[in-house]
């Protein structure tokens, strides 16, 4: 190992340790800050909620050296809408709450159990999803996100239903197709890199710019097939042009798998 490699591991774990602890220390003060919503309009949980995602943006870019760059948001059309964005990293699960004015995400049902956590998603309207339930699953997901729908909100989908690396083969589900055929309401695919630079399962944070864009809606009214073919498609070859694009700017700044491995 060179010793410019062994400082830039040291600087990284410090700078990923710094970040976890700031992360959920904000966390934890959110949580605090956010009891009186639970008395209060729905509004109020989105608005703390969304000051929380613009402090972890902010963290990340001072702690940690990670830009946010969003394209395309002039795409995102008024009014109620379907959402589906690429899930690589816990980083979108907060960062899209900044580029629409009234999200609601379909999650899983067990989350809703985590005290606080819990608390909160329910009062802020999410979609429950449990996955034991199958086809009465899909029908108790839709109905709820049509009555959120109704009141002229975003539903955020992670099609594929968990986060997968960049790179890593497409696993999308069909609760998708489900949502779009069933609401009536245009579909905006979302594809990113976030991945690259703050990876699943791990606790490092590289420095960089994760780079989100919004692609061209997909309006309602077409078959199930075309449409689920379309969105991967369309979302799979702006991800994997993303990620090249990202991975050439972690090889410029010496952070790539390649850049570190010891000569």
Known sequence: MTRAHHRFQIVLVLRSVVFNVLFYLNLT????????TLVMPRGGIIAVAKFWAHTNLWLLRVVCGIKAEFRGLEKIPPGPLLISSKHQSLWETFALMTIVSDPAYIMKRELMWIPFFGWYTWKAGMIPVDRKRGAQALADMNACAGRELARNRQIIIFPEGTR??????????????????DMGVPCVPIALN???????????????TIRVEVLDPIPPGLGKEAF??????????ATARLVAEGERERIANGTSAASLAPS
Do not use: C, D, N
């Not at 999308?172 to 055929?181: D, E």
């Not at 690259?196 to 960089?208: A, D, K, Q, T, V």
């Not at 689920?228 to 070859?237: D, G, I, N, P, S």
């Open 29 to 36: 003060a959110h949580f605090i800050a956010a009891l009186p």
């Open 164 to 181: 997968r690396s960049p790179g890593a083969e497409p696993r999308y589900k069909y609760g998708v197709v489900h949502l779009y055929t």
């Open 194 to 208: 976030s991945g690259l630079f703050w990876p699943r399962r791990s606790m490092h944070r590289y420095s960089g």
């Open 228 to 237: 689920f073919e379309r969105l991967q498609r369309e979302t799979e070859a």
